[in-house]
């Protein structure tokens, strides 16, 4: 069984940073893909980046390229995304969720999902 548990969203103004972190307990995370998503009340759920288990290879949306990075430490069993220039329209619930079928666009079969940290853009 994998947890996994998000943590470091919070409510910061138009051009501000936070990182995210996404912890697991029961399994080691490192032959898993690990995508990070995002939904805004109305709006469906998004994919927005995503790394995978043992290749140096990572996805982001356009929408969010150049501005978050996503990386992993397996020793600590967390995987971070590190948002910078952040928008208003970046503001949603942003979850991460576990996977070993997930191809390189982030889609997949998911096994494991957290509960979600809120993120707010907003002055």
């Known amino acids: 069984q994998l947890k996994l548990v998000e943590s470091g969203g919070g409510l910061v103004q138009p051009g501000g940073s936070l990182r995210l972190s996404c912890t697991g307990s029961?399994?080691?995370?490192?032959?898993?893909?690990i995508v990070w998503f995002r939904q805004a009340p109305g709006k469906e759920r998004e994919a927005v980046s995503c790394i995978s288990s043992t290749e140096e290879s990572a996805y982001v949306i356009d929408s969010v390229k150049g501005r978050f990075t996503i990386s992993r430490d397996n020793a600590k069993n967390t995987i971070f995304l590190q948002m910078n220039s952040l928008k208003p329209e970046d503001t949603a619930v942003y979850y991460c969720?576990?996977?070993?079928?997930?191809?390189?666009?982030?889609?997949?079969?998911?096994?494991?999902w957290g509960q979600g940290t809120q993120v707010t853009v907003s002055s």
């Open positions: 969720a576990a996977g070993i079928l997930v191809n390189y666009y982030c889609s997949g079969t998911f096994d494991s």
């Open positions: 029961g399994l080691a995370l490192d032959n898993w893909v």
